[in-house]
């Protein structure tokens, strides 16, 4: 090793502090890259292997009842690859020994053959014969809450006939690999499943025999779903068709997607944050090095050390901080992924390993991480190279400091001399002062805009539970039945109150612009699902037309007043031109609201209902529960209570996850740049500090311009903190928002002042550890010699 | 002309001074005894390395002895802590250095005031840089000063808070001759006027001629001491 490697190495672990300081922000970066990056890609392969082995449909369409001999014509379709025909329907189970009310949504199996499209995977048991009435296959997750294998039998109520059923085989399918029951806001696998029934046994039982309800179709390669779509919707239009959709709107695909979309949002967002800020570090420290090594420099060239040479001496020193942050960000990106692997586990049902983050994502966040250290230290080297040996030889002149309006303004100040001081030090530096506020202004906004989640949920949940849902059960409907039934539902046990409700599947059209979406409508004197406004206010649907959410007015481009064209689907078909009488703010949904008994007389029908909204006497919840299972035509039910728990844990248990990520990362960056800052200062202002010592300054009073000006620029970056906090917060509720939800921009006080306090107290504790250098000043040497 | 008082301002019994390097033990101050009076001028000569630089950060309480006792006055210096030192040197030290140390940051006038914003009875620091003759530079940095003129300044931050000594390592040593005598002249006038004890180490024997009495050094130890019976003004002094 020669002479000025080991000097490499010694400088390296004498600053090693300040270098891992630097070293930790870059991992941050590199580790969230990694994780960003990886699983995306991850996440991404293995979904798109198994939509190809499983040969996930391209587009999907329901319809009430459509006759079989119509798959001629859907085959004929320009651009149809395979179109294969279900009965599907949703229905009430009974597993033994289980009280609350389990629902199934139920899938045909072709008679003949394995499915064609969104092929199930066969995990253990067998394939049902195709010929048995009661053998079936379950998916795997719901079946493993349940603890069913195969062999075990339950009952299920399938449309008013009760059958016995048998569990055959377990499975997984490309088309639930993120299941969701009716009503429900996160997956819950022990309350809804999937059932794969024989074709036979299934349409026997709906009475749709030679018929079709849903739809699964592969596109040949090279052609587009919308034709497809709008034929298809033509093709159907008689049989009561709900609307042909691609992938974009199929739950589980939404989802997935949905998912790896925000973790390429993530691999955008927030590495560039932090790889900038280490650029920003590695500049600040390398400039300060090569400062202070200047006669060393000088002294290289005279011996005839090349610039070169010299350039990359710092370069590497540089390159070493960045290998140590790029191994600890490998190995924090590596353990995040992992985590967040478990987390999918959780909520995505993948027959393979989703946890495999190739080479590549490591090979580039770590070039990348590299490359910031390198870019740091560009601006240092090439001063280094280029000064000449004479003159580095030399001490720097010093630095200058001019009278001007500023100081006129801080004599009318009166500032005591420290104070001075600090000030005049920020104003010499101006460009590393605006830097260090940046960054840790940046640290308050990744604390703001990850901790205004918490209250942002709270309010969902406020406005969701308490103020619009105030039903304890929901019973939902395959087909709207006559109002009657809300007399058969009060009868039930421990029902206190019950009131209906219709869901209506429609497309809302405006101008070139149209939405698939239900309409919702009830009562004016509806008291327990009720329309709330982000305000808090109960707002009725108007009698003479329609009310609509902000989000779904705005998709549509319509204004008050504008007339929408209305056309139901499924059972009550029929196009409507209605105006539009009122927008409401709200957080979940592209709601659309309409009074009942208006559309009770646009259709010349008798009251119905889909929905029954129930409160119930909590001690008869148990014999309700079990009742539930007997009502014909029951597609599902939602216990209020049990749904908004399931939320509020899935929520809680990643809010505490993020937020004590984003915490330790806003401590981070603040770290890296008070920590750094402070010790420049240090190293710089030794002589002064210390001359202040002998003038009989007190330890206290010396410190105080030390960590004086990192703490007044701190203070300084807090309100810019808390704006691009707000405008990250802001960016991330327009980015997360979906037809499904829209996260409100609910920032309080304490989401500033708790991110503030974090961020100052960190600040805080890295110039203390400074400070307490300045015990080890020595003031006689400091005094004896030329700076 | 002042005649110094001979009440000691500072005593010192059997200072010494070690150096431990863990391999060797060097021994800057090896038993001093001495005694300095009030409004005495009084200048250490000796070899580098004899310890009259030690000897005087001791007396200024920046360093601590490892045997020995120092007062100032009544007060014992050698039984201070850190936070005792620091008020010492607050109230009674005044400091001149061969490197100046003036803050960069702040202007003649803001550096005189870091130490009467601190000082009990100071003298305003315009007063005090009127008396080294810099009136008129009282709001330039130090970049924009002469050596001459910042180590004018730092003598003037040094006596603004009327100490009772004034301890001055190698005041002229970063110097040419006529800007020397300048700042000698400052010292002399300090010490007459304000009848502040005086200490100045130099390596330049020409400048014992200003001095009541000469203290020689050689390894650690007092190997002389001349008393003037004329002393010669400044202005006589060249080098």
New interface residues.
């Given amino acids: 090793m020669d002479a000025l490697d080991r000097k490499l190495l010694r400088d390296f672990a004498r600053l090693w502090a300040q270098f891992l300081a630097i070293a930790l922000v870059l991992a941050a970066g590199v580790a969230i890259m990694l994780m960003s990056l990886g699983m995306s890609r991850s996440l991404e392969d293995t979904r798109d292997t198994y939509y190809e082995r499983n040969r996930f449909a391209d587009v999907f369409a329901d319809a009430r009842s459509a006759p079989r001999s119509m798959l001629g014509a859907i085959r004929a379709i320009e651009g149809v690859a395979i179109a294969e025909a279900r009965v599907t329907t949703r229905a009430t189970l009974s597993i033994a020994d289980k009280t609350g009310t389990t629902v199934a949504h139920f899938a045909s199996l072709p008679e003949t053959r394995e499915p064609m499209l969104n092929v199930p995977i066969l995990r253990s048991g067998r394939w049902p014969d195709p010929l048995s009435t009661s053998e079936v296959l379950l998916n795997q997750p719901f079946a493993e809450a349940n603890g069913l294998r195969p062999g075990d039998g339950f009952t299920a109520n399938i449309n008013g006939a009760e059958r016995e059923l048998t569990v055959a085989g377990l499975a997984l399918s490309p088309e639930f690999i993120y299941t969701i029951g009716p009503g429900s806001l996160v997956p819950d696998n022990e309350d809804f499943g999937i059932v794969w029934m024989p074709e036979r046994a299934l349409s026997g039982l709906l009475g749709r025999t030679g018929a079709f309800d849903n739809l699964a179709i592969m596109l040949r390669p090279g052609f587009r779903a919308e034709p497809v779509i709008e034929e298809l919707d033509r093709l159907l239009e008689p049989y009561g068709s709900w609307g042909a959709h691609d992938r974009d709107t199929q739950t589980s695909h939404s989802f997935v997607e949905g998912e790896i979309t925000q973790l390429r949002v993530l691999a955008y967002v927030l590495p560039p944050i932090f790889l900038g800020i280490t650029v920003f570090l590695v500049n600040m420290v390398m400039g300060r090095i090569v400062k202070l090594e200047r006669t060393e420099i000088g002294l290289l060239k005279a011996l005839g050390y090349s610039k070169l040479t010299i350039a990359l001496h710092y370069v590497l020193l540089a390159g070493l901080v960045a290998a140590v942050g790029v191994g600890l960000g490998w190995i924090a990106g590596s353990w995040l992924s992992y985590g967040l692997a478990r987390l999918y586990a959780q909520f995505f049902d993948f027959p393979y390993l989703v946890y495999n983050v190739s080479w590549w994502p490591y090979i580039a966040s770590g070039l990348i991480g590299f490359a910031a250290a390198s870019a740091g230290a560009v601006n240092a080297a090439m001063k280094a190279a280029s000064l000449s040996p004479a003159i580095a030889m030399q001490p720097p002149a010093p630095p200058r400091y001019e009278r001007n309006w500023f100081d006129r303004a801080m004599a009318a100040l009166r500032l005591s001399q420290p104070s001075m001081m600090i000030v005049r030090s920020i104003v010499r530096w101006p460009l590393r002062a605006a830097f260090s506020v940046l960054g840790m202004a940046l640290a308050v906004s990744i604390l703001v805009a990850s901790n205004f989640f918490p209250d942002a949920l709270d309010e969902i949940i406020d406005t969701a539970f308490w103020q619009s849902n105030r039903q304890h059960a929901m019973l939902y409907f395959n087909d709207a039945v006559p109002e009657t039934a809300l007399e058969e539902a009060r009868r039930l046990p421990g029902v206190v109150q019950a009131e209906g409700q219709q869901y209506f599947s429609a497309i809302l059209r405006h101008e070139h612009r149209e939405k698939q979406t239900p309409i919702e409508a009830r009562r004016p004197d509806a008291d327990l699902s009720r329309v709330v406004d982000a305000d808090g206010q109960i707002i009725n649907a108007p009698p003479d037309g329609i009310m609509l959410s902000e989000r779904l007015a705005e998709q549509l481009g319509l204004g008050v007043g504008d007339l929408v064209e209305i056309e139901f689907l499924g059972s009550r078909q029929g196009t409507y031109e209605i105006p539009v009488t009122r927008l409401v703010t709200q957080y979940f949904g592209l709601g659309a609201y309409m009074d009942q008994e208006t559309l009770d007389r646009m259709f010349q029908q008798a009251p119905q209902v889909s929905v029954i909204n129930l409160t119930l006497d909590a001690s008869q919840r148990d014999a309700f529960e079990a009742a539930l299972y007997d009502i014909p035509m029951l597609a599902g039910s939602t216990m209020m209570d049990e749904n908004r728990q399931s939320f509020e844990d899935t929520i809680s248990q990643n809010v505490l996850v993020t937020t004590t990520t984003y915490l330790l990362l806003g401590a981070l960056i603040t770290f890296g740049v008070a920590y750094n800052g402070a010790r420049i200062q240090l190293s710089e202002r030794a002589r002064e500090l210390a001359s202040l010592r002998i003038l009989g300054f007190t330890r206290g009073e010396v410190a105080y311009i030390l960590m004086g000006e990192i703490m007044l620029l701190a203070v300084v970056a807090q309100p810019l903190g808390w704006a691009l906090g707000w405008f990250f917060a802001k960016s991330m509720v327009e980015g997360f928002s979906s037809d499904l939800y829209a996260i409100p921009l609910i920032l309080n006080p304490d989401t500033f002042a708790s991110a503030s306090l974090v961020v100052l107290a960190a600040a805080f504790v890295s110039v203390l550890l400074v400070a307490r250098r300045l015990g080890q000043l020595n003031l006689v040497s400091v005094m004896k010699t030329r700076e | 002309m002042n005649t110094p008082d001979p009440n000691p301002v500072f005593r010192t019994e059997g200072l010494t001074k070690v150096y431990d390097t863990g391999e060797v033990k060097v021994f800057a101050l090896a038993g001093v005894d001495l005694e300095l009076f009030a409004g005495e001028f009084a200048v250490l000569l000796g070899p580098s390395g004899s310890g009259k630089?030690t000897l005087l950060?001791v007396l200024?309480g920046?360093?601590s002895a490892t045997e020995g006792r120092v007062w100032f006055r009544d007060l014992e210096l050698t039984a201070l802590a850190?936070?005792g030192l620091?008020?010492f040197?607050?109230?009674h030290?005044g400091?001149v250095?061969?490197?100046y140390?003036?803050?960069?940051?702040?202007?003649a006038r803001?550096n005189v005031?870091?130490?009467t914003?601190?000082s009990i009875n100071p003298m305003t620091p315009e007063e005090a840089l009127d008396r080294v003759g810099l009136a008129h530079r009282m709001?330039h940095?130090?970049?924009e000063m002469s050596g001459g003129e910042q180590q004018r300044v730092a003598i003037a931050?040094a006596v603004a808070k009327r100490p009772e000594v004034l301890l001055c390592?190698e005041p002229t040593g970063a110097l040419d001759s006529t800007t020397g005598v300048q700042v000698l002249e400052v010292l002399r006038h300090v010490n007459d006027e304000m009848g502040t004890s005086t200490v100045v180490i130099t390596h330049n024997a020409e400048i014992r001629r200003m001095a009541h009495r000469v203290i020689w050094f050689q390894d650690g130890k007092i190997v002389n001491v001349d008393v003037n019976t004329e002393r010669v003004a400044p202005s006589e002094i060249a080098w």
């Fill in positions: 630089s950060n200024g920046l360093d850190d936070r620091t008020r040197r607050r109230d030290v400091f250095f061969q490197f140390n003036l803050v960069p940051s702040l202007t803001e005031q870091l130490v914003d601190v709001d940095f130090p970049a931050r390592d």
